[in-house]
């Protein structure tokens, strides 16, 4: 399958059309999502008939948008007026929202298709995509293991080709863990970068802090999806300011000269040798671009332990307001769709609600440690390099049961959240992407995280392009996938 650059200008000069294109795409989720279970929802009548629209734009001359004719997948957890928003749960598929989200109204208004919508863990509470209603979502590259999460689906949809991009949601890594367990990129933008219509509430994703971005096989694509979705919104009280950020001339950037800091365990995160191997490789790739690197340690601000807790305290009141919202609507899910929740998921809840509100406060002090240690990091350096994962695999349990290792190679970790090092990010607002860094032995992607200074997404975009450029790996895709 052709990138969604190339899709476009061959849309855009006519060789192809927006109906050949979402067709090709429909067929292929339709013999091989059943392996993978990416999807929730499939709109593949809907899709045609708005490829069928964009084709007569084509033909009449109409101005064309970056993604005219292009399909793309985008979380459940996205509102897309007249589909279901499941959340990962089936009681939720009554939920018919009114209302498109900022993000999707951009792709449309750029001439994107949506194809469907993707797989998600409850509510996106944990990094791996599996519940009691699609099931486990699996990478691409082995299908017994698990796509991450939570946005599995979008990164399977991408990894899988079933779509050149999509959509994915970011609250502790939940676009970076997939994009490097399914093997493409997947990018974190900065906070407010791209808006956010919540409500009630409309600072519900303060903490931790909630971004909505790009998934793709490329770096380019994923900045010209960011092209698309960037920019203030009035429904969201955090979005940025619009500076006119060119994130597709920013893939061309120079990158040699400026300075990143290596830092291999990110506070003392356990590492498998064979991702550490992987990692360390791609870095010097970097070096060898003109990239100056030094490696750093010590701690985030913080134990890791605190950080982890304070994460879990954050996002489990998150999820709490969410239920006692829905129960003021007349949903119950702690009543009568229990049974539909994931032990994980429940326990989550429970922590939301017994947090006081000094509790909750006191957070605030923890994500300023953090954020304080990565400022004074980001003022000597342009960037940080971590790995994104401790591990390249994770083994799918099915019926809501799948979660991460509880050790690497013979250190016990927390199974929910000690084998990621994304969450930090999360509590600063930082950009920071996941890059595949290579293949593991028994054919597992790795990926390597790259942190950016405030605001800069650009410069991730640069310094991921650049890696690209010298280790392409999208060519892997068709001779390494399982399917």
């Known amino acids: 399958m052709a990138t969604a650059a190339e899709l476009a200008a061959l849309i855009a000069e006519r060789s192809v059309t927006p109906v050949e294109v979402v067709e090709a795409h429909i067929r292929r989720i339709e013999a091989l999502d059943p392996k993978v279970r990416a999807f929730v929802t499939l709109r593949a009548d809907r899709a045609m008939a708005e490829a069928k629209l964009a084709e007569d734009a084509l033909n009449t001359g109409e101005p064309l948008g970056l ?4 399909p793309i997948a985008v979380k459940d957890q996205a509102d897309l007026a007249g589909e279901p928003s499941t959340y990962g749960i089936r009681a939720l598929e009554r939920f ?3 209302e498109t989200a900022p993000d999707i109204l951009r792709l449309k208004a750029a001439g994107a298709i949506v194809i469907g919508k993707t797989n998600m863990p409850e509510f996106g509470h944990k990094a791996v995509t599996d519940n009691l209603f699609v099931g486990p979502t699996s990478t691409p590259f082995d299908l017994t293991h698990n796509a991450g999460g939570s946005s599995g689906g979008s990164a399977a949809a991408v990894a899988a080709c079933f779509t050149p991009l999509a959509q994915g949601g970011d609250g502790g890594g939940s676009i970076r863990i997939p994009a490097a367990l399914s093997g493409v990129y ?9 808006p956010a219509r919540n409500r009630p509430d409309a600072y519900a994703f303060a903490l931790p802090m909630v971004c909505w971005g790009p998934m793709a096989r490329t770096v380019s694509d994923a900045a010209l999806m960011l092209q698309v979705i960037a920019g203030p919104d009035r429904s969201d009280p955090f979005s940025l300011p619009d500076h006119q950020n060119d994130f597709v001339r920013a893939t061309k950037e120079d990158i040699a000269g400026r300075r990143a800091a290596y830092w291999p365990t990110f506070g003392g995160v356990a590492i498998a040798r064979d991702v550490s191997g992987l990692v360390a490789t791609a870095v010097q790739r970097l070096e060898y671009l003109g990239l100056e690197i030094d490696e750093i340690s010590d701690d985030l601000g913080a ?3 605190t950080l982890r807790e304070s994460w879990m305290r954050g996002a489990s009141l998150g999820y709490a307001m969410l239920i006692e919202d829905m129960r003021t609507q007349g949903l119950d899910l702690l009543g009568e769709y229990a049974d539909q929740l994931s032990p994980s998921f429940a326990q989550y809840i429970d922590r939301g609600a017994r947090l006081s509100a000094v509790e909750h406060r006191r957070e605030n002090n923890v994500r300023s440690a953090v954020f304080d240690r990565l400022q004074d990091v980001l003022e000597k350096y342009d960037f940080i390099l971590t790995p994104t994962l401790s591990v390249a695999g994770v083994p ?3 019926n809501g049961a799948t979660i ?3 050790e690497v190679d013979g250190t016990p970790v927390d199974p929910l959240l000690g084998w990621s090092l994304c969450f930090p990010v999360n ?9 595949p860094a290579g293949f593991t032995a028994n054919n597992h992607p790795v990926g390597l995280q790259i942190i950016g200074r405030r605001f800069r997404d650009d410069e991730v975009l640069a310094v991921s392009a650049a890696l690209e450029s010298l280790a392409p790996w999208y060519e892997a895709y068709r001779n390494r996938t399982d399917l």
């Open 186 to 194: 997947g990018l974190k933008p900065s906070w407010g970068r791209v």
């Open 67 to 70: 993604l005219h004719g292009l």
């Open 96 to 98: 018919v929202p009114t």
């Open 303 to 305: 134990p890791l332990d």
């Open 404 to 406: 991460g290792p509880s």
């Open 396 to 398: 799918n349990v099915g």
């Open 427 to 435: 509590f600063t607002g930082h950009p920071a992407a996941s890059i």
